[in-house]
């Protein structure tokens, strides 16, 4: 479409009376954000030539967004979610650092307070799914163990739903635990299987709206502190997974694709555990975690 010069010019001019509203903020990062996101979103209203009745329909579903939200069910996010937006801000601010472990959307459904297990213990508590045997060794960028790295981690259940999303319910398919002298850990968790992100609400409308699926990619959720480190949140993901290109929310890296092995039932498992001759998987994790930004002079 052509636009006359006389209609760029009078764009281009509410677009620098917007701009020169910000002259007196008084704080400077505040001022360069809206600056650019005004740039941005009247780039992108020009470019697209939104017509008003989009424009309507835009702010609708923001208002639609608005009142699905509550303290359990948190639209604003998936939608930061579904756009990538989640994505490309945790991919900014954790800058790759040497060989430093990936990190990626930590979701809706991280909680304070899962229960503490010893290392070998079951994260599961109840929890319906094919047991799978998760192990790794956390260390720095310079290959050295982390003794006592916190490792947070939780899951779906092999029916696709967080403990949280059952009303009631105890939890479970999450724990705490704590890495040992030599930076390992291990515990029993579930082989992750795939979900779809809640799509009830206008997030899902717009998904279906674009020809888009809600599922996520199979994966077990991870949280890794230690002092002097940078936290590192980040999933592990089957290798083979049919999802591993169609992640509702563009959370999956090659680096985080991991061997999951199937085990035959009656396989001798690591811990001895006797598993009734259930079939099982193991996978291997190893994490290297960076320096904090204080500890690298802000390179991390
Ligand atoms: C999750 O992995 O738990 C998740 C992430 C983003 C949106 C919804 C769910
Ligand atoms: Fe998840």
């Not at 592990?236 to 694709?257: K, Q």
Request: charged share 25%; glycine share 8%.
């Amino acid at each position: 479409m052509t636009v006359s010069s006389e209609q760029t010019a009078r764009e281009a001019d509410v677009l620098a009376s917007v701009l020169a509203s910000f002259q007196r903020c008084e704080d400077p990062r505040l001022k360069q954000v809206m600056e650019s996101l005004v740039t941005h979103l009247h780039g992108f209203l020009r470019e697209a030539r939104v017509n008003e009745q989009e424009w309507h329909a835009a702010i609708s579903f923001l208002t639609a967004a608005g009142h699905i939200t509550d303290e359990r069910r948190q639209e604003f996010v998936l939608l930061s979610d579904v756009l990538g937006a989640s994505m490309q801000t945790i991919t900014i601010n954790n800058e790759a650092y040497a060989d430093a472990t990936e990190a990626t959307v930590l979701g809706p459904f991280f909680v304070e307070g899962a229960p503490f297990v010893e290392l070998g213990g079951d994260i599961s508590f109840g929890a319906s799914g094919e047991p799978c045997w998760v192990q790794g060794r956390v260390t720095d960028t310079d290959g050295n163990p982390v003794p006592g790295a916190r490792l947070e981690v939780w899951e779906a259940d092999d029916e696709g739903f967080y403990d949280v999303q059952r009303k009631g319910e105890a939890l479970a398919a999450r724990a705490h635990l704590f890495a040992d002298e030599r930076g390992e850990y291990r515990f029993w968790g579930l082989t992750p299987t795939p979900y779809p992100i809640p799509h009830d609400g206008p997030v899902g409308a717009l998904l279906a709206a674009v020809g888009r699926s809600p599922m996520r990619a199979s994966h077990l959720h991870f949280m890794v502190s230690a002092p002097g480190r940078r936290t590192l949140i980040t999933h592990i993901f089957p290798a083979g997974d049919e999802l591993l290109d169609a992640d509702a929310v563009f959370g999956v890296r090659p680096s985080l694709i991991k061997d999951f092995q199937r085990q035959p039932p009656g396989t001798p498992t690591p811990d001895g555990r006797d598993l009734a001759r259930r079939t099982w998987s193991r996978v291997r994790f190893d994490i290297v975690l960076a320096p904090t930004a204080t500890a690298t002079g802000g390179r991390s």
